[in-house]
């Protein structure tokens, strides 16, 4: 069974930076095609907030943080990252890590229902 273990959430000033990463285990390497990031607000849907493939290293990112947030990997440690710069008060959300299916192609991967694990989440908060 894939776990994902997400860390590095906090609360940060406008403009500040965290860095969160997300830990699997339990999957054989090369089985998990791509990882992602997503985001849930109260009283807002889950959105996909970027996603990188584990074999190319090509990702993929919201509108809305483009320019602002990277997501990168260290395969021999099974790690994803998301450095999270120039944060504002409406990142604030819950943060998840998310691997996808095994078979899942590299299409829309921003999509939450192209993901079969997830972590619990980490907290991002940014103040005004």
């Known amino acids: 069974q894939v776990q994902l273990v997400e860390s590095g959430g906090g609360s940060v000033q406008a403009g500040g930076s965290l860095r969160l990463s997300c830990t699997a285990s339990?999957?054989?390497?090369?089985?998990?095609?791509?990882m992602g990031w997503f985001r849930q607000a109260p009283g807002k849907e889950r959105e996909g907030v970027a996603a990188?493939?584990?074999?190319?290293?090509?990702?993929a990112y919201a509108d809305s943080v483009k320019g602002r947030f990277t997501i990168s990997q260290d395969n021999a440690k099974n790690t994803v990252f998301l450095q999270m710069n120039s944060l504002q008060p409406e990142d604030s959300a819950m943060f998840y890590c998310?691997?996808?299916?095994?078979?899942?192609?590299?299409?829309?991967?921003?999509?939450?229902?192209?993901?079969?694990?997830w972590g619990q989440g980490t907290q991002v908060t940014v103040s005004s």
């Open positions: 339990g999957y054989i390497p090369g089985y998990i095609p791509y």
């Open positions: 990188i493939s584990t074999n190319s290293d090509t990702t």
């Open positions: 998310a691997a996808s299916f095994r078979y899942g192609t590299w299409s829309s991967p921003l999509e939450a229902a192209k993901y079969a694990y």
